[in-house]
């Protein structure tokens, strides 16, 4: 099963998701609807939202719900991803300009509030208690993870276990609440619930290590951000978090000074320290264990086409650093 088959197997589902998705970002106001429209159409695989519906479809619900549901996770993603330009001053995202970069600071966030307005709106539509008390948790819990990594910004004393929480909370959070809820939206069994709910935490933080590995190894055209964009932010990282505990004293101090200060004048000589320490290798052997770990929680679904790319997903996830 390749890429392309892990969509082919909900595909009617997954065309039907991007029309409400472009029909409930209507508005009365044209630059909401110009910016909102910009950043769901800007190329991103829809992985949160392929996510719902292959839980449910894995537990073989048959109604239409899911697609609402899958749409609410979409929005829910890209009204963070619009704040976290802000929060970050990016510039580029996955290749193209940023909202911020073409509109402003303020209209990205007013529109982000929108989009989390809507989708809550939507969230109240589905009639559903439990999927409301797990994605109203989950935006909090995002937000914190956004506070979280804003105040390790520049500190070059974060731990591996703190860098953990905040992937947690910032990115698999999401993941998390999207097959959880497709599992809730289905009437899945405890042990069914928890598995998937799991199954995309493990998941998403399989994807926000390699994203990490990916900064100190891609470059922009492949990857839609520049190499270096987190030293160039101060983000105290895993590959930074390893080098700093297995370099000598030199290269400790070099990479403490360039998190304190971010920008990328030590960049060259940061890369080679990353690459001779082994932290890129670390971090993927973490991101490995995540998937893997991911693999595993789906042991409770009977066989189907879409347990099998719910386990291919978990392949794809590491499978993006030669």
């Known amino acids: 099963m390749t890429a392309q088959r892990i969509y082919d197997t909900v595909a009617d589902d997954f065309t039907r998701v ?3 998705i472009i029909r409930r970002l209507s508005s009365d106001v ?3 609807e110009k910016i909102a429209q910009y950043i769901i ?14 839980s449910s479809k894995a537990l073989g619900y048959d109604r239409d719900d899911h697609l609402k549901l899958a749409a609410v996770i979409e929005f829910l993603h890209t009204a963070t991803l619009l704040h976290d330009d802000v929060v970050d001053t990016s510039d580029l995202r996955r290749g193209r300009s940023t909202a911020n970069a073409k509109w402003g600071n303020a209209p990205s966030v007013l529109v982000g509030d929108f989009l989390y307005a809507r989708a809550f709106e939507m969230m109240v539509e589905l ?5 409301m008390e797990v994605l109203s948790h989950a935006t909090a819990v995002i937000a914190e ?10 500190n070059p004393d974060v731990s591996e276990a703190q860098y953990m929480e905040v992937i947690h909370n910032k990115t698999a959070m999401l993941f998390e609440a999207a097959s959880h809820t497709g599992a809730l939206l289905s009437n899945a069994s405890d042990e069914q619930e928890t598995a998937l ?13 390699v994203d990490d590995a990916l900064d100190y190894r891609g470059d922009a055209d492949a990857m839609g951000k520049n190499v270096g964009d987190d030293l160039a932010e101060g ?20 990479i403490r000074q360039a998190i304190r200060k971010g920008g990328l004048d030590d960049l060259p000589e940061i890369l080679r320290i990353v690459d001779q320490s082994g932290a890129l290798e670390y971090t993927m052997t973490r991101a490995r264990e995540e998937a893997e770990a991911a693999r595993q929680r789906l042991a409770s679904l009977a066989p189907s086409p879409h347990k099998e790319a719910l386990e291919l997903l978990t392949e794809l996830a590491v499978a993006r650093v030669n």
């Open 145 to 154: 993870g956004e506070v979280l990594q804003l105040m390790n910004v520049k």
């Open 30 to 32: 044209p630059l909401v």
């Open 127 to 131: 009639q559903s208690l439990p999927i």
């Open 197 to 209: 709910r799991d199954y995309g935490k493990h998941l998403g933080l399989a994807f926000q290590l």
């Open 41 to 54: 159409e800007s190329g991103g695989k829809r992985l949160r939202p392929l996510l719902v519906l292959l």
């Open 235 to 254: 983000k105290p990282t895993l590959p930074l978090i390893h080098a700093m505990a297995n370099g000598n004293e030199a290269e400790r101090t070099l």
């Open 18 to 20: 991007n029309d409400l």
